[in-house]
């Protein structure tokens, strides 16, 4: 079956332009996280979507990230002004429900450079 | 609060040797401890999880895990490397009242011939 999508897989920017970043989770599944993995720096936390429910947003770095989950499918990861801190892989990952024992399914990713 | 430390960046391994990839954590309840792999320019993928139950956890590529509860670590292990093994490995714990999983570092698996 099709598993987590992301596109697109690498967006090269110049520093201070927009950038929006979709993921398509798996067919059903109601949780859906974005990380950002940076060199040597392991998977950080971004963003957490359940259902219905508020979206928890702790993880985001600043008020430049922002997220939306569209009808509880697609998402959307923006970044405003992009700087060149915000280099890095974005991963989107999805899971049944957000039980706690659930394994997250990742997406391959989106390279972002900031130039 | 919810932690994972993997403490080696690198592990190095003969094809056919046993290996080890280390992991201990810190929780404030009942952990749910997880490992990833990812290889290069791929998202990460599910090995195994422990949730409850036994200690020894099979998983997927015959990898599997030890959960040790009163030294708080979680191993990654295989009897016998295969050079395909070779790839970034990531142990992640989830406590109950959060959102989401807490990842190590990562510990990049290098498996010569």
């Known amino acids: 079956g099709a598993g987590v999508s992301q596109s697109p897989s690498n967006k090269v920017t110049e520093k201070g332009k927009d950038v929006e970043l979709r993921c398509d989770p798996i067919s059903g599944h109601t949780a859906l996280y974005w990380y950002r993995q940076s060199l040597g720096q392991g998977l950080e936390f971004l963003i957490y979507f359940q259902g219905n429910s508020a979206p928890d947003k702790s993880g985001l770095p600043s008020d430049r990230f922002s997220a939306e989950r569209t009808g509880g499918s697609v998402s959307t990861l923006t970044i405003q002004r992009t700087q060149q801190e915000d280099s890095a892989v974005y991963l989107c990952?999805?899971?049944?429900?957000?039980?706690?024992?659930?394994?997250?399914?990742f997406g391959p990713g989106t390279r972002l450079t900031v130039l | 609060a919810q932690s994972v430390a993997q403490p080696e960046d690198q592990v190095n391994v003969a094809e056919g040797n046993p290996l080890t990839v280390k992991c201990t954590y810190s929780v404030s309840g009942n952990p749910y401890l997880f490992w990833y792999v990812q290889y290069p320019n791929r998202g990460l993928q599910f090995l195994l999880k422990y949730i409850t139950g036994d200690n020894l956890v099979k998983g997927s590529y015959g990898f599997e895990a030890e959960f040790n509860k009163s030294q708080t670590s979680f191993h990654l292990k295989k009897p016998s490397a295969l050079v395909s093994d070779s790839a970034l490995y990531f142990c992640a714990v989830r406590d109950s009242g959060y959102s989401t999983l807490t990842f190590g570092k990562g510990t990049m698996l290098l498996v010569s011939p």
């Open positions: 990952a999805s899971s049944w429900m957000g039980e706690l024992g659930n394994e997250q399914f």
